[in-house]
């Protein structure tokens, strides 16, 4: 069963993206018991779509896809992606596996590695093979500690190429080179969103997994203390996960975003600290804060420019962070 808060959000998505062109298609998605992978396979089998879904549940959870995976037109396949093979024919492949969450993959450097660059390349195989459209979540990451902000698509990226978190903005941004190159050799339709810190309901908040936002509010609700790293002056844009997942299905279904890089992000950029502060607003709660030192190669701002997938797309995310934050809170908190 899907939760009411989640289902409200659904039918929003249903309203802004034209689902039919998935009608009876065949859709890899890999990642699909992710976080936003989740989201994806809801919303596909929605619009009438057979989907294979991928995922080795390192990072992703069985309980989100749960709902779904007794359907005729489910098929869930726990395997590394890197190792998947398939003579099937797919119209889509959504390439969303990957380790995002910073403690995470700084403890799996080398598998968040071969997810990105191995893991690409079996897809890209895959798609240029079928024909297919492949849509690839990429990141803001690859901006690394960026010097503009709102940042442009334009801008090369500063990254440390051997620092903490290389094995994420190089493995993304080898991926993001890997596509380019199938597009100029082969022609494949690549389509790149580059995601910038997406939060909402199913985004997981524990132990390694857990990312700043949904960290703070299983703290608050808990009344433990809200660890903020450094001062909380760096900043985030936070995007509602309905925002995310229609920025990502309007680039899969507008033959304008063939073969190129788009952000799909909030531009409403606040601090960590701020955040911190509204969610123990929200929640009520009594947790103190407290500041803990922060991790190196930590990006002091992130902001993006959203002026192309507004070109693309004629669209851009607008579920503000004390709206967004009330539902996640809410979703949490059942
Ligand atoms: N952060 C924090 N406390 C935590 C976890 C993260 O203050 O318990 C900070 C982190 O240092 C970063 C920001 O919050 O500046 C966002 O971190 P997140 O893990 O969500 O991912 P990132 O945006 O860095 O990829």
């Not at 034209?18 to 990642?31: A, E, M, N, Q, W």
């Not at 949904?214 to 433990?224: D, E, G, H, N």
């Not at 509204?278 to 993006?304: A, G, N, V």
């Not at 579920?319 to 934050?325: A, R, Y």
Request: glycine residues 6%; neutral net charge; contains cysteine.
């Amino acid at each position: 069963m899907i939760d009411t808060i989640i289902r409200k959000d659904l039918e929003n998505i249903k309203n802004t993206v034209k689902g039919d062109v998935f009608t009876d298609k065949k859709i890899l998605i890999t990642g699909g018991a992710g976080f936003i992978g989740s989201w994806i396979c809801d919303l596909m089998t929605e619009f009438g779509a057979q989907i294979i879904v991928v995922d080795d549940l390192s990072t992703g959870k069985i309980k989100n896809i749960e709902h779904l995976t007794k359907q005729a037109h489910v098929r869930f396949v726990q395997t590394d992606i890197c190792t998947f093979k398939s003579d099937e024919k797919f119209d889509y492949i959504i390439h969303l596996a990957g380790h995002a969450s910073p403690d995470e993959y700084q403890t799996h450097p080398i598998e968040t590695l071969q997810t990105s660059a191995v893991g690409t390349l079996v897809m890209a195989e895959l798609a240029r093979k079928n024909d297919a459209t492949l849509l690839f979540s990429s990141t803001s990451e690859t901006y690394g500690d960026t010097e503009i902000i709102p940042t442009p698509e334009t801008y090369w990226g500063n990254v440390n190429p051997i620092g903490p978190r290389s094995c994420y903005d190089e493995g993304k941004r080898f991926a993001e080179a890997l596509l380019m190159a199938y597009r100029k050799q082969y022609g494949l339709d690549v389509r790149i969103p580059r995601i910038f810190n997406s939060y909402g309901p199913r985004l997981r908040e524990d132990g390694l997994y857990g990312r700043a936002l949904s960290r703070f509010i299983a703290q608050a609700l808990a009344k433990q203390n809200i660890t903020v790293y450094g001062d909380g002056k760096q900043t985030r844009s936070f995007c509602y996960i309905a925002d995310t997942v229609t920025g990502l299905l309007l680039l899969a279904t507008n033959s304008e975003a063939i073969g190129e890089v788009v952000n799909v992000g909030n531009t409403q950029e606040v601090t960590i600290l701020e955040l911190a502060q509204k969610i123990k607003e929200i929640t009520k709660s009594e947790s103190p804060i407290t500041f803990y030192p922060l991790p190196k190669d930590d990006p002091k701002r992130r902001c993006p420019d959203t002026t192309k997938l507004e070109k693309i797309v004629c669209w851009k995310p607008t579920i503000e962070l004390q709206e967004g934050l009330q539902k996640t809170i809410k979703w949490f908190t059942k």
